[in-house]
């Protein structure tokens, strides 16, 4: 199995900040890595697939890069209803695998 | 607009089975898949398995092989995970999720239920 390792667990910065997080993948995979954004109470929602591309409707603050191992997604200017856990997931291979979540919390 | 629309919240007993619904609309089911990715209280995400709306075809975690069965009504447009043997490590939110592509990008994710609660207790 393809383990995913995030970092940071959590992170607070400022409206306005630009945030990264990081996604790390055991073996190597081109770019089959999403991201998704979680809300408290709510469903998953997709951000980013493809390690790069932008879903529909998805404000363009929001980018993701990488490729091989390693992967990001940046926030770049960050806003009040950005607050929510992030997970990437690797969709090369069964099983799809998701990172332990990143927690992003507003300073 | 696409929606994919849970049953209601289960508590079971140790060793029963449960049935969970995602009932869809808005696309055509019957040449997507749907995965089942579940999530215990505080914790990450872990997908359980994915069925074909097209054939069939099934692909399940090994951790849950022999306990899942994933199925799909494309008369009702309806997928099914039912999951046996049930113990207190199952108690979870269960999503379905439709994936994004009938082709290539099986393995993302694109839309999701709202998700159901299952409670394991004695």
């Known amino acids: 199995d393809i383990q995913m390792t995030q970092s940071p667990s959590s992170l607070s910065a400022y409206v306005g900040d630009r945030v990264t997080i990081t996604c790390r993948a055991s073996q190597s995979f081109s770019s089959y890595l999403n991201w998704y954004q979680q809300k408290p109470g709510q469903a998953p929602k997709l951000l980013i697939y493809?390690?790069?591309s932008l879903q529909s409707g998805v404000p363009s603050r929001f980018s993701g890069s990488g490729s091989g191992t390693d992967f990001t997604l940046t926030i770049s200017s960050l806003q009040p209803e950005d607050i929510a856990t992030y997970f990437c997931?690797?969709?090369?291979?069964?099983?799809?695998?998701f990172g332990q979540g990143t927690k992003v919390e507003i300073k | 607009q696409v929606q994919l629309v849970q049953s209601g919240a289960e508590v079971k007993k140790p060793g029963a089975s449960v049935k969970v619904s995602c009932k869809t609309s808005?696309?055509?089911?019957?040449?997507?898949?749907i995965s089942w990715v579940r999530q215990a209280p505080g914790q990450g995400l872990e997908w359980m398995g994915w069925v074909s709306a097209y054939n069939g075809d099934t692909k399940y975690a090994q951790n849950l092989q022999g306990r899942v069965t994933m199925t799909t009504d494309t008369s009702t447009s309806t997928a099914y995970m039912e999951l046996r043997s049930l113990s207190s490590d199952d108690t979870a939110v269960y999503y379905c999720?439709?994936?994004?592509?009938?082709?290539?990008?099986?393995?993302?994710?694109?839309?999701w239920g709202q998700g159901t609660l299952v409670t394991v207790s004695s």
């Open positions: 808005g696309f055509t089911f019957n040449i997507y898949g």
């Open positions: 997931q690797q969709s090369y291979s069964t099983p799809w695998t």
């Open positions: 493809a390690a790069s």
């Open positions: 999720a439709r994936s994004k592509s009938v082709a290539a990008a099986k393995g993302t994710f694109d839309y």
